[in-house]
């Protein structure tokens, strides 16, 4: 329903509303036949959080869960999306990174460490295909308004992480300004970057 929402809402413009579980090759797999043949940007935007837990309160299952969203997804749609690109000889791609890619006390151990992932990944396939005139890069969001839930189920995070967050997070930002910053790198304007890492967070990265 969400997604006929927003096709309604951008009425003039040719969406196709792809509905499934983006870390399934199934999906992806849908999701590029939904391009027919061509994609010359890519926004990997999907993610989850867990819930600040650090390491000795990880579970196999959140782990898990934690990197089949934040990095194999990613990196199944990518891997899928980046044959289009080459053969077109032009692409751009952005990765939604996080403040938790750039610190160690943004978040829990398996968003942190799946973070660092997705910039690492950001900046091995920057190298790859630069050459090819494929462009890689990441924006780290500090605090957004989304529908994703950050929750403290860790008495140790919460004592550890929390009077550093309360002192130095910025405001909020909204879905838009973070959107503004991605279409920045996907579109031309962004033709001379590729492998950076923007860190979209309100100043927090500066303190």
Do not use: C
């Not at 006929?4 to 040719?14: K, M, Q, T």
């Not at 600040?52 to 194999?72: G, K, S």
């Not at 660092?116 to 050459?131: D, E, F, I, Q, R």
């Amino acid at each position: 329903e969400r997604l006929d929402d927003l096709v309604a809402e951008n009425a003039g413009l040719d969406l196709v509303p792809v509905a499934g579980d983006i870390s399934t090759e199934e999906t992806v797999a849908a999701v590029v036949a939904a391009a027919d043949g061509r994609v010359d940007a890519l926004a990997n935007i999907a993610g989850i959080m867990d819930n600040f837990a650090p390491i000795h309160e990880v579970d196999d299952d959140l782990w898990d869960r934690v990197f089949r969203i934040n990095v194999t997804a990613l990196m199944r749609l990518t891997r899928a999306v980046v044959p289009l690109m080459l053969d077109a000889g032009t692409g751009s791609v952005v990765n939604v990174a996080s403040e938790a890619g750039l610190r160690g006390s943004a978040a829990g151990a398996a968003y942190t460490a799946s973070k660092h992932a997705v910039v690492g990944l950001t900046k091995n396939s920057a190298v790859m295909y630069g050459p090819s005139s494929l462009r890689f890069n990441a924006v780290a969001p500090g605090p957004t308004i989304t529908n994703i839930v950050a929750t403290w189920g860790s008495r140790l995070a919460a004592e550890r992480l929390g009077p550093l967050m309360q002192a130095t997070v910025p405001t909020p930002a909204t879905a838009a300004q973070l959107a503004a910053s991605i279409t920045f790198l996907l579109s031309d304007d962004g033709t001379n970057i590729n492998g950076a890492i923007l860190a979209s967070d309100g100043g927090w990265s500066a303190l």
